[in-house]
């Protein structure tokens, strides 16, 4: 039996809860968020390369490798426009206010890949497997979860901010699935194209998140450098593995 989408939503949006719940208690110290952050910029990564970008590229929206590849780099240039306008004047900025840029730019890349997933979820309700899919994304949830939540640690943002931030991210993904349940109209291609835009847009957010704002966070101290660079390469093979089991 395929898996109900409302059950689907309910599970994927208390897991990103329980991701970001965690990874913003108080009580971890900092260089523990910076190791949660280096898991979570490997997994990140993982997802551009091994997940978003090979499905951008071979879905059957008919779209053009070019096409795909620059919709790819659309998704991290407007990041970078939106975090440039957030903080034009970063250099002086506090740390915590860089950290705040940082959560907020995330957040809303996050977001974004996030409505996408919604789709994802609706169409895992009515295909072969859709459990495996179902899966994935609550993973994947969990994981973005958790490092939003340390970016909001980090940022030292307050409890109830930091509550409603997550709930607002943890939702994005049943939004998508009811957006998308409005939207289909039974038009298979024009439905692959839009999917294979939002992948490929996700890509390019996912390399900004993980390039520009999580690793240079994670590695400009270099206490526990090993570890961190362990934990990338750890989160990168968790996605890969994720990848096998959805292709499997």
Known sequence: MNPSPLLSSIAVFLLALAGGMWGSVRKISEESLHLALAFAAGFFLGAAFLELLPSAFTSSGGLEPVTVGGVALLGFLVIYVVERGLAPDSANQSHSQAHATVAMTALLGLCIHS???????????????????????????????????????????????????????????????????????????????????????????????????????????????????????????????????ESG
């Open 115 to 245: 409505i996408a997933e919604g789709g994802a979820l609706l169409v895992a309700s009515d295909v072969v497997g859709g459990e495996s899919i179902v899966l994935s994304i609550a993973l994947h949830k969990g994981i973005a979860g958790l490092a939003l939540g340390s970016l909001f640690g980090l940022a030292h943002f307050s409890k109830s901010k930091t509550v409603a931030l997550l709930v607002v991210f943890a939702l994005m993904t049943p939004l998508g699935a009811g957006l998308s349940a409005l939207a289909l109209t039974g038009d298979t291609m024009a439905e692959s194209v839009f999917f294979t835009v939002i992948t490929a847009l996700s890509s390019g957010v996912f390399l900004y998140v993980a390039t520009v704002d999580i690793l240079p966070e994670v590695l400009h101290s270099r206490a526990s450098l090993a570890w961190k660079l362990l934990l990338v390469v750890i989160g990168a093979l968790v996605m890969w593995l994720i990848t096998l089991f």
